[in-house]
């Protein structure tokens, strides 16, 4: 059996609050490997049902790049619309994304319509096929992160146009594009928080006991 001690988890729990939402990249490109090594990583996460539902697609076309940047454009713009005043200024102040300099561009998508794992745990909570995915993109995000590597979710995009850019089946759900490179700074801050958009909470505010 393998034991961690208060050491390791001293370090587990450094890596947690180093992990960061990067925008900023550097464009030194990644070591041949990289994104395959944490895909890797990201299947060893758990799945409801060992459904496994993830689905990678790594995005190195510049055409299919420069479409998913032009979307992220009109929906930014869009988003803007919706604030006005102070935050608006704020809003427009914010880097939202790193599409221009990351080296490396990942979408990730759930296959609701996959038969692995027979439906086992989806008849009351079909979402927790999302839910999956998503566990798998934070066992990525962690691993990128103890290796020097920063990752970015932009969530500004349209999903339709996500399927169409990237050509993938119609069953899939989209739910991350992800930015992967070296990120131009560190920092154990939220970078929103920061730019003072929002500040970090106490898990007591979170919490409810019955």
Not at 157 to 182: E, N, Q
Request: hydrophobic share 40%; aromatic share 10%; with cysteine.
């Amino acid at each position: 059996m393998v034991e961690f001690d208060d050491t390791f988890r001293r370090h587990l729990r450094e890596l947690f609050v180093w992990r960061r939402d990067v925008r900023h990249f550097r464009t030194n490109p990644l070591p041949d490997g990289t994104i395959d090594r944490l895909i890797e990583t990201a299947c060893l996460s758990p799945s409801v049902g060992l459904s496994q539902p993830w689905r990678f697609v790594v995005i190195d076309d510049a055409a299919r790049r420069r479409a998913v940047v032009d979307d992220f454009r009109a929906c930014n713009a869009d988003a803007l619309n919706a604030y006005a005043g102070e935050r608006a200024a704020r809003y427009a102040a914010l880097k939202l994304s790193g599409l221009e300099q990351a080296p490396g561009h990942l979408a990730v998508f759930a296959d609701k319509g996959s038969d692995i794992g027979h439906g086992l745990g989806r008849a009351t909570m079909p979402e927790t096929t999302e839910y999956s995915v998503v566990a798998a993109i934070t066992a990525m995000w962690l691993a990128a992160r103890a290796e020097g590597i920063g990752l970015g979710w932009v969530s500004i995009l349209t999903p339709a146009r996500m399927h169409a850019i990237l050509d993938v089946p119609s069953s899939w759900k989209f739910i991350a594009y992800l930015c992967i490179g070296y990120p131009e700074s560190e920092c154990d801050k939220p970078e929103l928080e920061q730019a003072k958009w929002e500040h970090r909470r106490g898990a007591d505010e979170f919490t409810l006991r019955r």
